[in-house]
């Protein structure tokens, strides 16, 4: 997991801090170069997973573009030195100010997700004199078979313009002279760990380009967005996701239409494993049927087991036997707060370092300060 020099560190560095290991990034990108970018796929980078400069500077260089969903992340996109044209910009609810700054930065789509805001998009581009570059975002009805906070594709969730609103679509867009309609976009959900949900958006994308066809509309691309999950369980077995699996299953099961390019947007798979939440046991306490391990670190710098249920390895940095069982559990004046339940670990004593995996996607990124507490550092590979 981590070498003797850099558990050393740790120890004396002030915790709970997020590390980040940078060589694993660059091989993680060298495949999704190998089985997605070099077959001739367009991969944006779903910032909102995690966006400090350092990881962004990496994904730059491997040459993805960029997925963005609020205009804060559009400036962050700008200043990491991705250009507009790269970046796709969804989102429910986009006000006019972010429309404006994905207008004013040329940017690749605006991958629209209502009726209205097509209409609202056409006027604001009318007003800057430009012509907007749009791609639907439709909601495919598709299970993904994950979390039910982070399914999106369900007719139920908010996201997307349903199937049954194309006929009045196909209506609108002769009318708005100043969106240009050049893509459809899709994106079922996160931490989807199965290929079969993403086989039946490629069905689901065949309809509906058909449909597109029939209306007399030729679309220049086809965004199937993200969502590809890691291994949460046992990280050190599969610290890079099966990039090649995910891939043939679109040049399996897709038909793309002559010239039609093909994009991604991938997050979670791209920065997920590179992360781990470093914390100290402060202390030990006994229970009726289980041990506390009460950490340092808690829903303030994770919320992911508090928000989706998820449960994060939690790996002890020392190696003491027997074993016990521990609830695992953070600081913070909340039931939720709590990382593990009843797992089996070396003996924990107040003091012992524990890495929290997989903690480089929707960890940082979603950090709070509630109760107060300050953010916290984060330390990378190449400059411990
Ligand atoms: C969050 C998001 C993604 C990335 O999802 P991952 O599960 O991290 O791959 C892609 N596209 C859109 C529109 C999103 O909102």
Redesign the pocket.
Known sequence: MFDTATTEKFHSLKTPFYYYDLELLKRTLDEVKTHGIDKGYHVHY?I??NYNFEILELIKQAGLGI?C?SGPEIFRSLEAGFKGSEIAF?GVGKTDEEIQVGLDSDIFSF?CESLQELEVLNELAEKANKTASVSIRLNPNVEAKTHKY?T?GLNENKFGITIDKLPQLFEMVPDLASIKLTGIHF?I???ITELQPFIDLCEKVELVQHKFEQAGFSLQHVNV????GINYETPDKEPIPDFKSFFEVFDKHLNLRDGQQLHF?????IVGQCGSLISRVLYIKEGINTNFAVLDAGMTELIRPALYQAAHRVDPLTSRKPEKTYDVVGPICESSDSFRKGIQLPELKRGDLVAIRSAG?YGEVMSSGFNLRERVKAYYSDRL
């Open positions: 779903a909102k997973a997925d969903v969804a991958n982070i999106t994106h959900g996160s931490q967005g993200g969502g590809y947007e991938l997050g979670r798979s996607a």
